[in-house]
Every structure is written in structure tokens, then in C-alpha cells.
């Protein structure tokens, strides 16, 4: 009970802090920025020339940036080593920026719980709505002690981060650069 009650509060302080710094965002609530830039694309699990271990903290990744070379397809493992749901995200800043409402709107319908995720609660997004869960291939949304797979070829030229998407999580420094070079 105690342990919920702080993961209530310590997300609810989050969350707070999301909507106060971006709200111009979470106002927009389009998918509009940025996803015509290429930022790559699903990897070929047989072309995967190397493996990197991702461990979400909560509100930190290690590593905290990654080397990667132009045209690789790179295995992520992430594991979510956190007391929160995180997400896993390869996508350009502004992307981010544009995901982040409808992550907001899965807290707001009960599908983002602090500690978990609601599958009922997305069913029913789903039903009403027609989106209650985004299954993405640059993407992975993890409850606490779980672990993921994304499988992603880079692209030649971009300007990438990886970064949690879940309110306040973003703003609070849940991201890491991509730092592409040939």
C-alpha cells in the first residue's frame, strides 16, 4: 500500500512536470512532427551485426548515448530495471515531441498505470477510440523487472535520440543521443 501510494505520487509529480513544460505539445496532439524525416526503419533480425544491452533506470538510461554506424541494424535489449513502466524509443526530438500526447492520452484512459500496464484498459481505448496500444517497430513499452526486444536498421543521415515517452519522463532527462558516423 505504501509502495503505491509513493509510485502514485512520485508519478503524479511527473506528470505535473510534463504538463507544465510542455504544453504547447501536448496542445498540438498531432503525429505531425517529424515522422517524414527518415529515421530508419525495422531491422532484419538475420542482418543484426551487433547486440546492445539497454537497462531503464527510472528517469535514466545506461548507457546514456550511443555509436552507431550509418546503414546498421543493431539488436536492443532493454530491459526495464525501474519502479515505473518506461518506453524504449528511437525517433528524431521532434518525434518525440509529437508522441507524447498520445502516450498522455494512454495515462489519461487508464492504460499507463505508474507501475504497469492496464490491457483492459487498452482494449477498451481500442474499442472506443481505435488506438489503445502502440506497438511500433522503433518502439518498446515495458512494465517494471520486464524485458524487450527492437530490432532497428539506422539510416545514413539523421539526427536521432532514444527517450521515454510516459509523462514527465522526457522532460525529467529519460533520453540519450544517437550519435551516427560511417
Not at 58 to 75: A, C, F, H, M, Q
Amino acid at each position: 500500500m505504501l509502495r503505491s501510494k509513493l509510485l502514485s505520487a512520485v508519478f503524479g509529480a511527473s506528470l505535473s512536470f510534463a504538463l507544465i513544460s510542455s504544453g504547447a505539445a501536448l496542445a498540438a496532439g498531432s503525429h505531425g512532427g517529424g515522422h517524414d524525416k527518415p529515421t530508419g526503419q525495422a531491422g532484419d533480425p538475420a542482418k543484426v551485426s551487433r547486440t546492445i544491452k539497454i537497462i531503464m533506470k527510472d528517469n535514466y538510461y545506461e548507457p546514456k548515448s550511443l555509436n552507431i554506424l550509418e546503414g546498421e541494424t543493431v539488436r536492443f535489449v532493454v530491459q526495464n530495471a525501474g519502479e515505473f513502466v518506461h518506453e524504449f524509443n528511437i525517433a528524431t526530438a521532434e518525434m518525440h515531441e509529437a508522441h507524447r500526447p498520445e502516450m498522455m492520452m494512454m495515462f489519461e484512459h487508464g492504460v499507463l498505470e505508474p507501475d504497469r500496464i492496464n490491457r483492459e484498459a487498452a482494449k477498451a481505448m481500442q474499442a472506443s477510440m481505435g488506438h489503445g496500444m502502440h506497438e511500433e517497430p522503433n518502439s518498446v513499452l515495458l512494465e517494471p523487472g520486464k524485458t524487450g526486444e527492437v530490432v532497428w536498421t539506422f539510416p545514413k543521415k539523421a539526427k536521432l535520440e532514444f527517450a521515454c515517452n510516459i509523462p514527465g519522463h522526457y522532460e525529467t532527462g529519460m533520453r540519450g543521443d544517437i550519435r551516427l558516423s560511417h
